[in-house]
C-alpha cells in the first residue's frame, strides 16, 4: 500500500475523508463510522477504515452491503461530480487491492468477522464471501432469507392449508367467470394464448404460508387479492374466526389497498349475492393499516411493540407497494408473523425499490418473468383452474423447481395500462429511449387562466373545445424554469388542470351550519378540496436544486403567492412558523404514532370549520389527511416533522396515483436517474403524463440505466433444496 514508497496513514486517510465530507462527497455519518473504527481499533489500517466509510455510504444509497470484486470494492461511488469519482478512483488505485488484499485487510483489523464467526461474534462489521456488511444488516439478510425459505419449505398435499382442488375450482369459476379466450397479444406483455394468470396467483396463494404477486400497473393484483379473500373466505371451515390484515408501507398506499378490495367486493356482491356473507368479510378485513402502525412503532425507539415474542394475531396478512419495504421492515415483519400465518405480498418489481437499505421484493422476484415452476406446482394450478402453465415457464421434467419459484406469480396482462400510458411504460421498461419518444408528442400550450364565474379559477385553451383531439402524454422540453410553473398553476391542454384550480375551491368555503349537519357539510368540502390537489402533482427525480423538491416547491409558492391563490405565511400562536397558510400541502418525514402519522402521509392545511357562534372567526389551522373517505387531521402547530409538497420525489410518489402527473428530470445527468425512476414516475399517471426534461439526452441516459443494489439474499435461495 505505497505511493513512490509511502504508506497510507490512518491519519491520512481519515483526513481525505473529512475533506471529501465537507465537499459533500460523503456523509457526516460515513465519516462517522471510520473515525469511531479508527479509535476502537487502532490496529486497523488505512483501507479498512475506507471499506467501513464506503460500506457506511452504499447504505445511505440503498445498499444492503458493499460488494468485491476480483479487482477489489466493486462500483465505488460517492455523491458528488466526475471529480470526485476520480478522487476516490485514484485512491483505491493507490491502496492496489485486489479482492484477496482486501479480505485479508479487514479479516486482520479486528472489526470484521468472517462467516464462520458471524453467527457468534460481536464485530460491528461482517464478511461474508465477497461481501461486507454492518452487521445488523447481515442479521437482518439472514432472518429474511430464513423466515422465507422457512415458509415455502412445507408444500406438501398433507399441509391442512391446502383444500380440494375441485373446490377451489368450482369457487375461482365463480368468482372469476367463464375462464377468459385467448387474450389480446396488444394488451398483454407475454404471448397470446397464456393462462389467466390472476387465477393461477389465487391457486398458487392457496398453496402454502407465504405468496408473492407481482406486476405492473392494471394488471389486477388487487383485483386478484379481493377474490383470493372471497376464495380463502368460503373454504375455511371456521371463516368468521379468521383474522385477516391489510397494510402497506405508507397511508396512502394502505387507503388505496383497502378502497380497491372493497370496490371489488361490492363488484362480487353485485354479481354473486347469495355465494358469501359478504357484510362479515368485511368486517374481517376492517381497516388497512401502514406497516409501521401494524407493527406497533414506539416514539423514539427502533423497538416495535410486535416481535417474536409478542406475534401479530392475523391468519392471512395482505402487504402491498411490497417494493417500498425495506430490509429492516421486511425483517421484522417476518418475524411477527405467526408461523402458521399466511403472508401475501404484492408489488411492482419494476418500481423503484425502497429508500432505505434493501430492495427485498426485486430480489425475492428476480426470476419471476421465468417462470420456474416444478411438476408439483404445475399439476397444482392444472387441477385448481383447468389451464396449463406454459411448458415454457416449468423446468424440464424430472428436475426440482426453485422453492421461491413456485410461490411466485407474475401478472402479464394490463387491463389499465393498454394505451400510451402502458405503451411508454413498456418502452422504458425495456431501455428503448426512441420508442419512448414517439409516444411523446411535444406539449400543447399551456392553458391560460380566466375568471370563474362562481369566484374560483378557470382555464381556456383549445383542449377545453367540444370535440378537440388532444394527447393523453406530451414532453416539455424547455430550459427555462417558467414554462414549467406555468404548467404547475394551470396545467396543459388535455389534462388534469394545475393547483389554481384546486386552490380555487378553498374561496368556496361552505357558511356555518349548527351542529352535526355543519361538520359533515365542513368535511365534505374538505374531501372535495383534497380530491382536487390530488388530480395534479408534480415529481421530481432530486431533492436539491432548482429543478427539485426544494427548488420547484419554493417556486410554485412563490408563483401562486404572487399570482394571489394562496395568502402570505402567518406564524401560529405556538409550534413551528413561519411557512404555514391556508392551503399548504405538507408531507410528514418522521413518523409521529402519537399523532397518528407517518413518514410519506400528505395532507393540506385548512381551516377548521368556524362556530355558528363566531362565523367570521376562523377556525385553527389544522393538516387534514384522507384515508379513502375517512378524514384525520391534526393541529399544524403539532407538527413539526413536515416540508412543503407542490413537488415530491418519485421515491415519496410511490403508492399514489394522480389523474395527471409531471415527472421533472433535471438538466444535468445524476446517478439517481435510473429507468426505475424514470418507470415509477410514469405508472403513477392514470389519466396523463407529462415529461419535463430540459435536456432530451438526460432522459436517454436515465432510461439506459438500471438500478443494481449490492445485496446477498437473491443468492441465499440459490442453493436451498428444490420442490
Known amino acids: 500500500m505505497t505511493e513512490a514508497g509511502r504508506p497510507i496513514e490512518a491519519d491520512a486517510l481519515l483526513a481525505t475523508l473529512t475533506r471529501w465530507c465537507e465537499a459533500g462527497w460523503l456523509r457526516r455519518l460515513d465519516l462517522a463510522l471510520a473515525r469511531w473504527l479508527h479509535r476502537e481499533r487502532p490496529q486497523a489500517d488505512a483501507a479498512v477504515l475506507l471499506a467501513a466509510a464506503l460500506l457506511a455510504h452504499s447504505e445511505g444509497q440503498g445498499h444492503s452491503c458493499l460488494a468485491l470484486d476480483g479487482e477489489g470494492i466493486a462500483e465505488p461511488g460517492l455523491d458528488g461530480p466526475p471529480a470526485a469519482q476520480a478522487e476516490l478512483r485514484a485512491l483505491l488505485d493507490r491502496l492496489g487491492l485486489d479482492e484477496a488484499g482486501w479480505v485479508a485487510a479487514l479479516l486482520a483489523s479486528g472489526a470484521v468477522d468472517g462467516a464462520a464467526q458471524a453467527a457468534t461474534g460481536v464485530a460491528p462489521l461482517v464478511l461474508e464471501g465477497h461481501r461486507l456488511y454492518l452487521r445488523r444488516h447481515w442479521r437482518e439478510e439472514q432472518g429474511v432469507a430464513a423466515a422465507v425459505l422457512g415458509r415455502v419449505a412445507a408444500l406438501t398435499a398433507a399441509d391442512e392449508l391446502q383444500p380440494e382442488p375441485a373446490e377451489v375450482r368450482l369457487w375461482l369459476d365463480r368468482l372469476f367467470g367463464p375462464p377468459d379466450g385467448p387474450l389480446d397479444p396488444a394488451d398483454i406483455t407475454g404471448a397470446a394464448g397464456e393462462p389467466d394468470w390472476q387465477r393461477v396467483a389465487c391457486a398458487v396463494a392457496l398453496r402454502g404460508r407465504l405468496a408473492l404477486i407481482t406486476g405492473g400497473p392494471g394488471t389486477g393484483k388487487t383485483y386478484t387479492v379481493a377474490r383470493l379473500l372471497a376464495l380463502v373466505w368460503a373454504l375455511h371451515p371456521a371463516p368468521l374466526g379468521l383474522r385477516i390484515a391489510l397494510a402497506a408501507p405508507t397511508g396512502k398506499a394502505a387507503a388505496r389497498l383497502k378502497q380497491s378490495i372493497d370496490q371489488a367486493l361490492d363488484q362480487l356482491e353485485l354479481a354473486l349475492p347469495a355465494a358469501l356473507d359478504w357484510a362479515a368479510l368485511r368486517r374481517s378485513l376492517g381497516t388497512a393499516w401502514t406497516l409501521h402502525k401494524l407493527l406497533g412503532a414506539r416514539p423514539d425507539t427502533r423497538r416495535l411493540r410486535h416481535d417474536a415474542q409478542h406475534p401479530l394475531e392475523v391468519d392471512l396478512l395482505v402487504v402491498d407497494e411490497a417494493s417500498m419495504v425495506h430490509l429492516e421492515q421486511m425483517a421484522a415483519l417476518l418475524q411477527a408473523l405467526p408461523a402458521r400465518a399466511r403472508l401475501l405480498l404484492l408489488g411492482d418489481q419494476d418500481q423503484l425499490a425502497s429508500v432505505e437499505a434493501g430492495a427485498v421484493l426485486g430480489d425475492l422476484c428476480s426470476d419471476a418473468a421465468a417462470g420456474g415452476w416444478g411438476r408439483n406446482t404445475a399439476g397444482w394450478v392444472q387441477a385448481c383452474t383447468g389451464q396449463a402453465l406454459p411448458a415454457a415457464l416449468c423446468v424440464p421434467p424430472g428436475q426440482p423447481g426453485a422453492p421461491l419459484a413456485q410461490q411466485t406469480v407474475m401478472l402479464r396482462r394490463s387491463r389499465r395500462f393498454a394505451g400510451a400510458i402502458g405503451t411508454l411504460a413498456r418502452a422504458v421498461n425495456a431501455g428503448d429511449a426512441a420508442a419512448a419518444w414517439s409516444v411523446l408528442p411535444p406539449a400543447a400550450a399551456l392553458r391560460r387562466a380566466v375568471p370563474d364565474p362562481a369566484g374560483g379559477v378557470g382555464t381556456a385553451g383549445a383542449a377545453g373545445a367540444a370535440g378537440a383531439h388532444v394527447s393523453s402524454m406530451a414532453r416539455l422540453a424547455d430550459p427555462r424554469i417558467e414554462p414549467l410553473l406555468a404548467l404547475a398553476l394551470h396545467g396543459r391542454e388535455g389534462a388534469a388542470g394545475g393547483y389554481r384550480q384546486a386552490l380555487a375551491l378553498l374561496r368556496q368555503r361552505p357558511s356555518p351550519l349548527a351542529g352535526a349537519a355543519g361538520v359533515e357539510q365542513h368535511a365534505q368540502w374538505v374531501r372535495q378540496v383534497l380530491r382536487a390537489f390530488d388530480r395534479f402533482r408534480l415529481l421530481c427525480a ?29 406564524r401560529l400562536a405556538q409550534g413551528p412558523g413561519p411557512g404555514w397558510y391556508e392551503g399548504r400541502p405538507v408531507m410528514v418525514t418522521r413518523n409521529d404514532p402519537a399523532l397518528g402519522v407517518f413518514n410519506g402521509d400528505v395532507g393540506l392545511a385548512l381551516r377548521a370549520a368556524p362556530t355558528p357562534q363566531a362565523p367570521d372567526r376562523p377556525g385553527p389551522l389544522r393538516v387534514w389527511f384522507a384515508d379513502g373517505d375517512q378524514l384525520r387531521h391534526v393541529l399544524a402547530s403539532r407538527l413539526a416533522a413536515v416540508e ?43 389519466q396523463a403524463f407529462t415529461l419535463v426534461a430540459p435536456q432530451p439526452a438526460v432522459f436517454d441516459a436515465a432510461v439506459q440505466r438500471r438500478t443494481r443494489r449490492s445485496s446477498g439474499l437473491a443468492e441465499r435461495f440459490i442453493d436451498a433444496p428444490g420442490q
Not at 396515483?657 to 444535468?668: A, S, Y
Open 644 to 686: 412543503t409538497a407542490w413537488a415530491m420525489t418519485v421515491h415519496k410518489s410511490q403508492g399514489s396515483e394522480f389523474e395527471h402527473t409531471v415527472l421533472v428530470l433535471p438538466p444535468q445527468a445524476n446517478p439517481v436517474l435510473t429507468r426505475e425512476l424514470v418507470y415509477t414516475g410514469i405508472t403513477r399517471s392514470r
Open 542 to 570: 432530486l431533492r436539491q436544486g432548482d429543478w427539485g423538491v426544494a427548488g420547484l416547491n419554493a417556486a410554485v409558492e412563490a408563483a401562486l403567492r404572487q399570482a394571489g391563490v394562496i395568502p402570505r405565511e402567518l
